[in-house]
């Protein structure tokens, strides 16, 4: 797939905004709070046409993975760990999910990873330059 709909890669987090009041809103309990706050979580994502693997690997260990195809319910996971289902779309080059508190939006731009919760926290995560062996 061409233009903004390419998301394949490794991103790793950048920076966030209104984070403090998007962990509140979805009810994080306050030691996951703590831990997700400037954390260096990586995403990476594998897509094959409108299959997706969509991987957040957290320090220390902890990943969370959900796989889904655009257009069809797939079984998903919150950051916080709750398993919820939900159908994954497109809408302007934009990846739109439900999430259960919030709508979830992921897009490419300027070769950034943008994800974007309910207008109200906005999380920027910068291409991670492949390993050098």
């Not at 809103?25 to 995403?43: F, Q």
């Amino acid at each position: 797939p061409k233009g903004n709909m390419a998301f394949a890669g490794k991103y790793e987090f950048e920076g966030d905004e209104n984070y403090d009041e998007f962990v509140k809103k979805i009810g994080l309990p306050s030691d996951k709070i703590e831990m997700g706050r400037n954390c260096k979580i990586v995403t990476e994502v594998v897509q094959n046409g409108n299959d997706f693997n969509w991987t957040q690997h957290f320090p220390g260990g902890h990943t969370t993975t959900n796989i889904f195809t655009v257009g069809k319910e797939a079984d998903m996971e919150t950051f916080g760990g709750k398993k919820f289902k939900t159908t994954v779309k497109i809408e302007d080059g934009k990846l739109v999910a439900d999430f259960p508190n919030y709508r979830h939006t992921a897009e490419i731009c300027g070769g950034k990873l943008v994800e974007v919760s309910a207008q109200i926290s906005r999380i920027v995560y910068k291409k991670q330059k492949p390993q050098q062996h």
